[in-house]
Structures are given as C-alpha cells and as structure tokens.
Nanobody, 123 residues
Framework: QVQLVESGGGLVQAGGFLRLSCAAS????????MGWFRQAPGKEREFAAAINWNGDIYYADSVKGRFTISRDNSKKTVYLQMNSLKPEDPAVYYC????WGDGLGPARDYKYLGQGTQVTVSS
C-alpha cells in the first residue's frame, strides 16, 4: 500500500509561483508513475502533469511552459513547480501514483491518490 501526502499549496498572487510536494511511503516509489491532477469547484478532475518510472514527462496544454514536474526517488517525493500562476489555476491539486504506469492515463487509472492540497490564486 502506498500513501501519498501533498504539501505546498496556499494563496499566491497571479503571476506568482508555488512548489507542491508529494511524499510517498510504502511501495517501491521508483517504479511508480506519479501524476498531478487538479479539480476546481464544479469541474471534473483534470490532468496537469505526470512523470513515469522511466522519467518520461507529460503536461497538459494548459500548464505547459509554466509548470515543471520532477521526482527524487531517493526522497520518494514528486514535485510540481508552478510558475506564472493564472486565475484559472486555482484548484485542489492531487498527487497520484500508479505502479509501472506510463503516465498517460486519467486519474482513475492511478491506484493511489493523495488527499489534495489547495491552491488559490488572487488577481
């Protein structure tokens, strides 16, 4: 069983930045695809970024060029650096893990999901 705990959310002005972290415990972290998903009120959960066990990285078009996903297998942690935050970025951001995943699937394809961290952007 893998537990995921996100941190780093908060309130930031538009144009600002935040760095989200997701610490994993249990399982073999390096073999998991790790994804970041977000869900705004009244909207479906959507993909933001993913990095698979092989280091391949994927971004949603809406965050490409602004967000950077990375992982540190020695710390069992995945990060999401979010720069140039926009008014459309506020959401609860969830970390997800999928053993041997390719990183291309939606949130329902991931077996493990964190509790989420709130990101709020003020204009």
């Amino acid at each position: 069983q893998v537990q995921l705990v996100e941190s780093g959310g908060g309130l930031v002005q538009a144009g600002g930045f935040l760095r989200l972290s997701c610490a994993a415990s249990g399982g073999t972290f390096r073999l998991h695809a790790m994804g970041w998903f977000r869900q705004a009120p009244g909207k479906e959960r959507e993909f933001a970024a993913a990095i698979n066990w092989n280091g391949d990285i994927y971004y949603a078009d809406s965050v490409k060029g602004r967000f950077t996903i990375s992982r540190d297998n020695s710390k069992k942690t995945v990060y999401l650096q979010m720069n140039s935050l926009k008014p459309e970025d506020p959401a609860v951001y969830y970390c997800a893990g999928d053993l041997w995943g390719d990183g291309l699937g939606p949130a329902r394809d991931y077996k493990y999901l964190g509790q989420g961290t709130q990101v709020t952007v003020s204009s």
